[in-house]
């Protein structure tokens, strides 16, 4: 089956702008996570989507990131403004059920995002 | 909330040895515990999981251990290659929501 896709791959942009992601999951797979991965670290959970509700968000910083998975399939992830701070890899992952402790995680490519 | 403590940091091995990682958490209701693999530029793949009714489920060469009282697991690899030179991250499921460690960096020399 095909896996997580996402795109762009890379990114560069400057402090300040804004910058977007888009991350097509797993098909008929229920569950999406978007994690940030700075560099060696592990993946932080910033959001989760049940289909297109949130089921978490508690770390998401939402003065300037935002998300949404309107129709319950794709999804986007939009930093604006982006800090320095934001540089990092950004994971979508999906999962077949709703989330539940049985349901294996399968990760995207990721997006790296520089910021300068 | 849940906390994962990973360890060591950075393994050195040379081909053919046996590696061992260990992870503790804190959230005594974590009930699901798996094992990413990611290789430099690439996405973290699950090579093995766990849950909390299991002590032990082991995959060829890789095989991952839980002690749910001590709250501690470990992910031990025998017959290493070079090929298994990447990050490790354990991780630990709580509430629908994983949390993950801060990596193990395994370096195989041949």
């Known amino acids: 089956e095909a896996g997580v896709a996402q795109s762009p791959r890379y990114k560069i942009i400057e402090k300040r702008q804004s910058v977007a992601f888009w991350c097509n999951p797993i098909?008929?797979?229920?569950?999406l996570y978007w994690y940030q991965q700075i560099l060696g670290q592990g993946p932080k959970l910033l959001i989760q989507?049940?289909?297109?509700?949130?089921?978490?968000d508690s770390q998401l910083p939402k003065d300037r990131f935002s998300a949404e998975r309107l129709k319950g399939v794709d999804s986007t992830l939009k930093i604006q403004p982006a800090k320095l701070e934001d540089s990092a890899v950004y994971l979508c992952a999906s999962a077949q059920g709703a989330g539940g402790s049985t349901d294996t995680q399968y990760f995207g490519p990721g997006t790296r995002l520089t910021v300068l | 909330g849940e906390n994962v403590e990973q360890h060591p940091s950075t393994l050195s091995v040379q081909e053919g040895d046996s590696a061992v990682i260990k992870c503790t958490y804190s959230?005594?209701?974590?009930?699901?515990f798996p094992w990413y693999k990611q290789e430099l530029g690439k996405r973290p793949q699950l090579i093995i999981d766990?849950?909390?009714?299991?002590g032990e489920k082991k995959d060829q060469r890789i095989a991952v251990t839980l002690n749910k009282t001590a709250k501690h697991f470990s992910l031990h690899i025998t017959e290493t290659q070079p090929e298994d030179s990447a990050v490790y991250f354990c991780a630990a499921k709580s509430f629908q929501k994983l949390v993950f460690g801060t990596g193990t960096r395994l370096l195989v020399s041949p």
């Open positions: 766990i849950r909390s009714n299991v």
């Open positions: 989507f049940q289909n297109n509700g949130v089921v978490d």
């Open positions: 959230d005594s209701a974590s009930n699901y």
């Open positions: 098909s008929g797979h229920a569950t």
